[in-house]
Antibody, heavy 120, light 113 residues
Framework: EVQLVESGGGMVQPGGSLRLSCAAS????????MNWVRQAPGKGLEWVSY????????YYADSVKGRFTLSRDNAKNSLYLQMNSLRAEDTAVYYC?????????????WGQGTLVTVSS | DIVMTQSPDSLAVSLGERATINCKSS????????????LTWYQQKPGQPPKLLIY???TRDSGVPDRFSGSGSGTDFTLTISSLQAEDVAVYYC?????????FGQGTKVEIK
């Protein structure tokens, strides 16, 4: 069974940093691309970032480019999102999602999400 | 950025009836080299993460009931639930992945009439 478990969320002050992790199991992590998608409270979905199975290419939403860094460790079956210079508008549930095999930009398995709250 | 606009924002359909959700992109999302539309549909139930229903505009993901179908090409797309079931109450999102940033529609809430 595919499992994705996010961790690292919490409350942080504006300008602060957080590192989200996503632990993957139940599939060959190194063969799949991965996405982060976020959802502000009561709002819709927003794509954040994509990383291919080999870590190249990596794409970012304009709203996080230059502040967020996505990486992966295939040996540890883990995905990481380093978030710096956080803003109030980054407050959201952050979902880690696996890219669908044939259409990697689509996400066919999702974690339960981790809540990031940016507030003073 | 490609803007995705869904209509309606919400709809109420009787059990067993058809539900139709539209999604319009501000630019074509058809890749000519592959002849595929880079458009996906997700279902999100309250308190749950999204679930992939359809990719390439019309290909159902594994295990998705065949009452869900996707159609359209270019800039206009439709998700159809042929016979609405109680468990289909959810918010549905379209997303384009033709060009970054990959953008979602605002969502369509489906309820039982």
């Amino acid at each position: 069974e595919v499992q994705l478990v996010e961790s690292g969320g919490g409350m942080v002050q504006p300008g602060g940093s957080l590192r989200l992790s996503c632990a993957a199991s139940g599939f060959t992590f190194s063969s799949y691309s991965m996405n982060w998608v976020r959802q502000a409270p009561g709002k819709g979905l927003e794509w954040v970032s994509y990383i291919s199975s080999s870590s190249s290419p990596i794409y970012y939403a304009d709203s996080v480019k230059g502040r967020f860094t996505l990486s992966r460790d295939n040996a540890k079956n883990s995905l990481y999102l380093q978030m710096n210079s956080l803003r109030a508008e980054d407050t959201a549930v952050y979902y880690c999602a696996r890219g669908q095999w044939l259409s990697p930009e689509s996400s066919d398995s999702w974690g339960q999400g981790t809540l990031v709250t940016v507030s003073s | 950025d490609i803007v995705m606009t869904q209509s309606p924002d919400s709809l109420a359909v009787s059990l067993g009836e058809r539900a139709t959700i539209n999604c319009k992109s501000s630019q074509r999302v058809l890749y000519r080299s592959t002849n595929k539309n880079y458009l996906t549909w997700y279902q999100q139930k309250p308190g749950q993460p999204p679930k992939l229903l359809i990719y390439w505009a019309s290909t159902r993901d594994s295990g998705v009931p065949d009452r869900f179908s996707g159609s359209g090409s270019g800039t206009d797309f439709t998700l159809t639930i042929s016979s609405l079931q109680a468990e289909d109450v959810a918010v549905y999102y379209c997303q384009q992945y033709y060009s970054t940033p990959w953008t979602f529609g605002q969502g369509t809430k489906v309820e039982i009439k």
